[in-house]
């Protein structure tokens, strides 16, 4: 914490708050971990992004305006995975200059608590449709090809099961922890069905499709918009 502090300090002096996210603030950092800093200015530089090395540390800066922090808080609802609200909502306050550190932590903590939206019916079912073809290749499908339709069919069903319970979902590790906080077995499930040739990773899929109404091709029918 002393060391992310630090580095606050010194790159923006004129930071009216940080908050220190990620794997380090929950108490999960493994020997790659680095600092998820999030800082908040009135103005330029912000908003922008960079990575350093600092105190023997990675380092993953976010600098913001209200405004910015804001933006990309909007997006993460749009997408259903709340990246930006858990790094200020699940943190550690660094510094706050003026009490925008602890409210801005409240709020977005408060958001990620409240869940995302739930998936409209053209969502559910374009889900369901993509998920259906995914099955329908994997049958038959052995090695390689296998292997790279199964990496991407269990995460498509893993946001079909986060999203469909009003949950937030998330990618590569961080959509296989959300999984696995919210129910264990199925994440062991589907990451089996990913390890074998068999046919444990369409039984786990089907088994979510149950709770929306099955598999979905014909029928399946999306508008465009343009």
Same mark, same amino acid.
């Not at 259906?132 to 498509?156: E, H, P």
């Not at 937030?168 to 999984?179: A, C, F, M, N």
């Given at each position: 914490?002393?060391? $992310?502090?630090?580095?606050?300090?010194?790159?923006?002096?004129?930071?009216? $708050?940080?908050?220190? /996210?990620?794997?380090?603030?929950?108490?999960?950092?493994?020997?790659?971990?680095?600092?998820?800093?999030?800082?908040?200015?009135?103005?330029?530089?912000?908003?922008?992004?960079?990575?350093?090395?600092? /105190?023997?540390?990675?380092?993953?800066?976010?600098?913001?305006?209200?405004?910015?922090?804001?933006?990309?808080?909007?997006?993460?609802?749009? #997408? #259903?995975?709340?990246?930006?609200?858990?790094?200020?909502?699940?943190?550690?306050?660094?510094?706050?200059?003026?009490?925008?550190?602890?409210?801005?932590?409240?709020?977005?903590?408060?958001?990620?608590?409240?869940?995302?939206?739930?998936?409209?019916?053209?969502?559910?079912?374009?889900?369901?449709?993509?998920?259906?073809?995914?099955?329908?290749?994997?049958?038959?499908? %052995?090695?390689?090809?296998?292997?790279?339709?199964?990496?991407?069919?269990?995460?498509?069903?893993?946001?079909?099961?986060?999203?469909?319970?009003?949950?937030?979902?998330?990618?590569?590790?961080?959509?296989?922890?959300?999984?696995? %906080?919210?129910?264990?077995?199925?994440?062991?499930?589907?990451?089996?069905?990913?390890?074998?040739?068999?046919?444990?990773?369409?039984? $786990?899929?089907?088994?979510?499709?149950?709770?929306? /109404?099955?598999?979905?091709? $014909? /029928?399946?029918?999306?508008?465009?918009?343009?």
């Amino acid at each position: 914490m002393d060391v $992310a502090r630090q580095l606050v300090l010194e790159l923006y002096p004129d930071a009216r $708050a940080a908050w220190l /996210g990620g794997s380090v603030a929950r108490g999960d950092a493994s020997s790659t971990s680095d600092l998820d800093i999030t800082v908040l200015l009135d103005g330029p530089p912000a908003p922008m992004r960079k990575s350093l090395a600092y /105190g023997g540390w990675p380092v993953e800066l976010f600098v913001h305006t209200e405004k910015s922090l804001r933006h990309f808080a909007d997006k993460d609802q749009a #997408r #259903r995975q709340p990246t930006m609200m858990r790094l200020v909502g699940e943190s550690v306050v660094l510094l706050d200059t003026d009490g925008c550190g602890a409210r801005l932590q409240q709020e977005f903590r408060a958001e990620v608590a409240a869940g995302p939206e739930p998936l409209s019916t053209d969502e559910l079912d374009l889900l369901r449709y993509t998920i259906t073809n995914l099955l329908d290749d994997l049958s038959d499908a %052995a090695g390689d090809v296998r292997l790279a339709i199964a990496s991407v069919l269990w995460q498509d069903a893993a946001r079909l099961f986060l999203t469909g319970a009003g949950r937030w979902s998330g990618t590569g590790k961080g959509l296989l922890r959300e999984v696995a %906080a919210y129910d264990q077995a199925l994440a062991a499930a589907l990451m089996d069905g990913l390890r074998v040739e068999d046919d444990r990773l369409i039984v $786990a899929v089907d088994h979510i499709l149950a709770e929306y /109404g099955g598999r979905l091709f $014909a /029928g399946f029918e999306l508008g465009a918009k343009i």
